[in-house]
C-alpha cells in the first residue's frame, strides 16, 4: 500500500483545525451505543496517525470509559476524534475532514449492537464487542 498524503479538517465554527494521516482509503463504522449516542447514529470514523489539532483552547476532551477518550469543540460542539488512551489508536470521524476522498467503508464495529432501523449496503469485515475487544486484548 503506497503512503497516504495528510488531510485537513475542521470543526463547523473553524475554532479548531485539524492535519491526520489516514492510515488507510478505509472507513469504519461503530455501531456501539456510546458513539450512537454522542452522535445520534453510527459513527463513521478513519484510522489515522500523526494527528496534529491547532486551536487546543476550544478543544474539550471527555473520558468515556477507562481506556478512551473522545474530543470536541467547546464552541460548536463538533465531534473531532476517538482515542484510546494507550496504544495509539486515533479515529477522526470522517465528516471533520475536508474533501470526500475516494473513503471506502471497509469495517463495522459493535455489530452486535446495531439496532434494526438502519443498515448499510456495502460488503463489511463486521466484529463483534467482544471480538472488538479481543483484537486489543482487552475485556
Same mark, same amino acid.
Given at each position: 500500500m503506497s503512503e497516504l498524503s495528510p488531510v485537513n479538517g475542521h470543526c463547523l465554527c473553524g475554532k479548531v #483545525?485539524? &492535519?491526520? &494521516?489516514?492510515? /488507510?482509503?478505509?472507513? $469504519?463504522? !461503530?455501531? #456501539?451505543?456510546? !458513539?450512537?449516542?454522542? +452522535? +445520534? $447514529?453510527?459513527?463513521?470514523?478513519?484510522? #489515522? %496517525? =500523526?494527528? %496534529?489539532v491547532s486551536g487546543d483552547d476550544s478543544v474539550g476532551i471527555y473520558a468515556s470509559s477507562d481506556w478512551a477518550e473522545r474530543g470536541f469543540c467547546k464552541q460548536c460542539g463538533t465531534h473531532l476524534f476517538y482515542r484510546l488512551k494507550e496504544g495509539g489508536l486515533y479515529a477522526v470521524p470522517v465528516g471533520v475532514l475536508d474533501g470526500d476522498s475516494h473513503w471506502q467503508l471497509a469495517e463495522q464495529v459493535f455489530i452486535d449492537s446495531k439496532p434494526g432501523y438502519y /443498515?448499510?449496503? %456495502?460488503? &463489511?469485515? =463486521?466484529l463483534t464487542g467482544e471480538e472488538l475487544f479481543a483484537q486489543f486484548g482487552a475485556e
Open positions: #483545525c485539524l &492535519t491526520a &494521516t489516514p492510515k /488507510s482509503q478505509h472507513l $469504519g463504522a !461503530c455501531h #456501539c451505543d456510546m !458513539c450512537r449516542r454522542w +452522535g +445520534g $447514529g453510527p459513527l463513521l470514523v478513519v484510522d #489515522c %496517525e =500523526n494527528v %496534529e /443498515s448499510f449496503a %456495502e460488503k &463489511t469485515r =463486521n
